[in-house]
């Protein structure tokens, strides 16, 4: 039997390196002979370093960057076990989690520390970058990320802009001379599961900067700001970024990808699977095993777990979803190429004692789910 073990992670309880693995004894304890391939999955944001660098034998590579608030924090990126390929998310330079609740303003943060870790994977020698942008403190455009890879944001006396999207207001030219001439020569893809334009009423200031301690009057600067960056790289590139689905996604940080980086913009799923090569994996397996911590309705609007079976399904292959929680709509799933989904949870418990006791928890799921598939082969237990 080939087991292909696919799982996000368990949020705030295991990782999905973790759960591959945690599944995999499950499943060894009443197969032992089974073959169990560990291909632990992401979808862009918070983990996918981790599941990539653990999928393709990788390392990580620590870097202190300067982080959202303008301080230097301690960041991490990863490398593909051949070196060829750097894994990068901008919520390990500019995320959300590295802001105290009372600092998050995104007038002043900025996305600084994730061109510091694009431009450290161009010194390391990589040309293929794949960058997930779930998570982001920032509303500035991907101003920062530009300037650190050597971009100039003027005002119309010619002075550089400082960090933050309040400072957008007063752009008046961007200078690309300095820009990092490496990227030209890059492959990069950014993991990007958002269709958000740049402003208006579903843009970045709009539907992610209150996610990020923006006040209403904050929110207005940013929109204003923000309408002016599109003038203005729209004067100097001749690129209209403005409407363009995708720009507004990580506080704009989906339009500077495509204007400074000429970077591609796609789903985090379709990345992740295509970089752990899910599909050769899946070729002669029997069963395939995902799942996250909570599986429901949104789970069909195309996180993780969704791709996965759906590849699964392109060369029919059955499913297994495993969750902490099955929520509402989580039935749907079935329409999606899920033929079972279990909930790992034995009782119910508060939930710190559910989020410690996950990988007793799983193992048992993952257990008891073979027993039940070596019952059916009539055999016995």
Do not use: W
């Amino acid at each position: 039997m080939k087991i292909v073990i696919a799982p996000d992670s368990f949020k705030e309880s295991l990782s999905a390196d973790k759960c591959a693995r945690t599944i995999k004894a499950g499943f060894l304890s009443v197969f032992p002979q089974a073959e169990c391939l560990c291909l632990p999955v992401a979808d862009g944001g918070e983990g996918t370093v981790e599941a990539l660098v653990a999928a393709t034998g990788g390392t990580l590579i620590h870097q202190q960057v300067i982080g959202p608030s303008g301080k230097p924090v301690a960041a991490f990126y990863g490398r593909s076990g051949d070196g060829k390929t750097a894994f990068i998310e901008m919520a390990a330079a500019s995320g959300l989690m590295l802001v105290a609740d009372a600092e998050r303003n995104p007038l002043l943060t900025t996305s600084y520390g994730t061109g510091e870790l694009i431009g450290h994977a161009l010194d390391a020698g990589i040309r293929h970058i794949i960058l997930g942008i779930g998570g982001s403190a920032t509303v500035d455009g991907g101003m920062g990320m530009a300037q650190a890879l050597g971009a100039r944001f003027v005002d119309d006396e010619g002075r550089s802009l400082g960090f933050g999207g309040g400072g957008l207001t007063r752009l008046a030219k961007i200078d690309l001379s300095g820009l990092d001439t490496r990227l030209a020569d890059c492959l990069i893809e950014v993991a990007c599961d958002v269709d958000n334009p740049l402003t208006g009423p579903r843009g970045a200031a709009a539907v992610f900067a209150p996610q990020k301690g923006a006040d209403a009057e904050m929110v207005g600067v940013l929109e204003q700001g923000l309408q002016n960056y599109a003038r203005v790289v729209h004067m100097c590139t001749g690129q209209d970024i403005d409407q363009l689905a995708g720009s507004g996604a990580a506080g704009g940080m989906g339009a500077a990808a495509r204007i400074f980086l000429h970077a591609t913009l796609k789903p985090g799923i379709e990345i992740v699977i295509t970089a752990l090569r899910l599909e050769e994996a899946l070729q002669g397996a029997d069963l395939v095993i995902t799942g996250e911590g909570r599986m429901d309705a949104q789970t069909s609007g195309g996180k993780a777990p969704l791709g996965v079976a759906r590849m699964a399904k392109k060369h029919q292959v059955a499913v297994i979803g495993i969750a902490g929680v099955l929520g509402d709509g989580v039935e749907d799933l079935h329409q999606h190429g899920f033929d079972a989904l279990f909930s790992i949870l034995p009782a119910l418990a508060p939930l710190p004692e559910v989020l410690a006791s996950g990988e007793q928890n799983l193992y048992r799921c993952a257990r008891n789910i073979a027993s039940t598939i070596k019952l059916s082969q009539g055999s016995g237990v």
